[in-house]
């Protein structure tokens, strides 16, 4: 398996020095002995959708671009859209999924009502996204998510019966699981032949901590309640051999020290 970390918390600061951030993630990353990254697919903006540089940066630090993350919007047709030109940016700088997830809401509540009909939106855009990364040898990858349609288990049934399993795969994430209230390594054994890509990340026991935002509860692999060990095992039983994305929204102390925390872990923990 492929021991991967996301860059996108690395570029949320200065609007006029997003290469340079870039950068210096990917010195983070290949520092840390991760074997690949992925970025949410703002990242062709900033480099004005100049594959070869991106590659060019990549090769530098001896990484591999796995994955872009493709946020839908309300517009599905821009949307898709969108997908083509990542696709096309993947394809020249050699990343092989490309990761969909729901409108995400920030005002509350949090929690709300399924919403069949947008979920059902979701699967039919994604089927059209599936067949085009299909054609295009990459695989389309959907990321239930906290605040978004798909999230809790009822809506990833409802989603995944809606879509075909040739063209749209499974991103499970540890920590989204496990907030939505699922066991985690009885949801990667239900969904293991679904599964094309994983996030992980740890998740505060406390349930209280922070009631107004509970992706706030979100901390480095060892530091929370996730079973790890019991979902690389599920893993290791389906055959699966693809990437394993650690991802942190907000780092403790700081980017590389997350990063540093969770490669230790998976080192001494997964022997990975």
């Keep these: ?74 517009d599905q047709e821009t949307d898709y859209q969108n997908a083509v030109k990542y696709i096309d940016f993947m394809k020249k700088t050699g990343a092989t999924y490309l990761n969909l997830q729901a409108v995400m809401w920030s005002e509350p509540p949090n929690d709300r009502p399924t919403d069949k009909n947008a979920i059902l939106e979701y699967a039919k855009l994604s089927n059209r996204i599936g067949k085009l990364c299909e054609e295009n040898g990459m695989v389309a990858c959907f990321h239930p998510h906290a605040n978004t349609a798909v999230y809790r288990e009822n809506e990833i049934e409802l989603f995944l019966a809606n879509t075909d399993p040739q063209l749209v ?40 901590a922070s009631p107004e935002w509970p992706m706030n509860r979100f901390c ?17 039983n389906a055959g699966y051999d693809g990437v394993l ?13 997350a990063a540093m925390d969770s490669r230790n872990y998976i080192h001494n923990v997964l022997h990975l």
């Design 169 to 208: 795969k499974l991103c499970l994430d540890t920590a989204h699981t496990t907030l939505a209230g699922m066991d985690c390594v009885k949801a990667f054994e239900k969904y293991a032949d679904r599964i094309a890509y994983v996030h992980l990340k740890d998740v505060d026991p406390d349930p209280t």
């Design 1 to 74: 398996m492929q021991v991967a970390y996301t860059g996108w918390t690395w570029l949320v600061n200065h609007e006029d020095n997003y290469k340079w951030e870039f950068e210096q993630f990917l010195k983070e990353a290949s520092d840390l002995d991760y074997d690949a990254v992925e970025n949410f697919a703002f990242i062709t903006k900033y480099f004005d959708n100049n594959a070869e540089e991106v590659s060019g940066l990549l090769n530098k630090y001896g990484l591999e671009l796995v994955c872009l993350y493709l946020h839908y919007s309300d």
């Design 220 to 236: 480095p692999l060892g530091y929370g309640t996730v079973d790890f060990k019991g979902v690389y095992k599920v893993l290791k």
């Design 245 to 257: 994305c650690v991802e942190l929204d907000n780092p403790p102390v700081c980017n590389y020290k």
